[in-house]
């Protein structure tokens, strides 16, 4: 089995290549390592091989670990996970980022805890989940509720909003995804562009090939970092 050490090495060859085909610079993708259910000592492992973003799923989670690796001071958490609106008050202290904003409740109460919450003269990131292919059951809102969420988001000083995010419908042909991040990309053309939304948060193990050729700006990579997980639950 390879190393965490040396699977980062390979993911951000990988990441160097989509930029390199794409014409894009490899400074413009920046990689979460996504840590959800794995150890403390995993993420050590990846922090010491210079990774500095992680994401994690669960309120709970990304608190329990945050507080474990708080000597870390550079290291920082992005929530990736649906978040209800009670577990806000547990994940602001420690996150720099939510990609999982998808109402404006949740905009407001992330606005509320972050403007007492974060440091004098720092904000809260904050990208809107959008469910681009409109699948039952999913998180993310709806493309009729984008523009509201977004200014609500605009109307928080504790916030800083970043851009959009989607996870797109599962597949064992990556090249399917292709369509949902172009449409997320179009979204971001048509709220504002590039100076509003700078960035796209799209792309996981299995496609962020895909999600850098059609314009990602952070891709969300657990498996091809850290191996496969745990049936959920078993190790939370
Ligand atoms: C788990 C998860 C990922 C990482 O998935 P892998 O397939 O392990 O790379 C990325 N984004 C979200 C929202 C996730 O829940």
């Given at each position: 089995?390879?190393?965490?050490?040396?699977r980062?090495?390979?993911?951000?060859?990988?990441?160097?290549e989509?930029?390199a085909r794409?014409?894009?610079?490899k400074?413009?993708?920046?990689?979460?390592?996504?840590?959800?259910?794995?150890?403390v000592?995993?993420?050590?492992?990846?922090?010491?091989?210079?990774?500095?973003?992680?994401?994690?799923?669960?309120?709970?989670?990304?608190?329990?670990?945050?507080?474990?690796?708080?000597?870390?001071?550079?290291?920082?958490?992005?929530?990736?996970?649906?978040?209800?609106?009670?577990?806000?008050?547990?994940?602001?202290?420690?996150?720099?980022?939510?990609?999982?904003?998808?109402?404006?409740?949740?905009?407001?109460?992330?606005?509320k805890r972050?403007?007492?919450?974060?440091?004098?003269?720092?904000?809260?990131?904050?990208f809107?989940?959008?469910?681009v292919?409109?699948?039952?059951?999913?998180?993310?809102?709806?493309?009729?509720?984008?523009?509201?969420?977004?200014?609500?988001?605009?109307?928080?000083?504790?916030?800083?909003?970043?851009?959009l995010?989607?996870?797109?419908?599962?597949?064992?042909?990556p090249?399917?995804a292709?369509?949902?991040?172009?449409?997320?990309?179009?979204?971001?053309?048509?709220?504002?562009?590039?100076?509003?939304l700078?960035?796209?948060?799209?792309?996981?193990?299995?496609?962020?090939?895909?999600?850098?050729?059609?314009?990602?700006?952070?891709?969300?990579?657990g498996?091809?970092?850290?191996?496969?997980r745990e049936?959920?639950?078993?190790?939370?």
């Amino acid at each position: 089995m390879p190393s965490i050490a040396e699977r980062l090495a390979s993911v951000r060859g990988q990441i160097a290549e989509a930029t390199a085909r794409a014409g894009r610079s490899k400074t413009d993708v920046r990689l979460l390592a996504v840590s959800k259910t794995k150890p403390v000592r995993a993420i050590e492992e990846a922090y010491r091989a210079g990774q500095r973003d992680f994401g994690e799923n669960y309120a709970q989670e990304l608190a329990k670990k945050a507080r474990a690796l708080s000597h870390l001071t550079d290291l920082r958490w992005h929530m990736i996970g649906h978040l209800q609106k009670n577990k806000v008050k547990l994940v602001v202290p420690h996150a720099s980022v939510i990609h999982t904003v998808d109402s404006e409740r949740l905009a407001h109460e992330l606005g509320k805890r972050a403007s007492t919450g974060m440091g004098p003269g720092k904000a809260l990131g904050a990208f809107v989940q959008v469910n681009v292919a409109r699948e039952a059951g999913k998180s993310g809102c709806s493309v009729s509720e984008l523009a509201g969420i977004l200014e609500a988001i605009e109307s928080e000083p504790g916030l800083e909003l970043e851009g959009l995010m989607t996870i797109p419908p599962q597949t064992d042909d990556p090249d399917q995804a292709l369509e949902y991040f172009h449409a997320l990309r179009r979204l971001r053309d048509e709220y504002g562009g590039v100076s509003r939304l700078p960035g796209l948060s799209m792309g996981m193990s299995h496609d962020f090939v895909q999600a850098i050729q059609a314009g990602a700006t952070l891709v969300r990579v657990g498996t091809s970092i850290f191996g496969p997980r745990e049936p959920q639950g078993a190790t939370r």
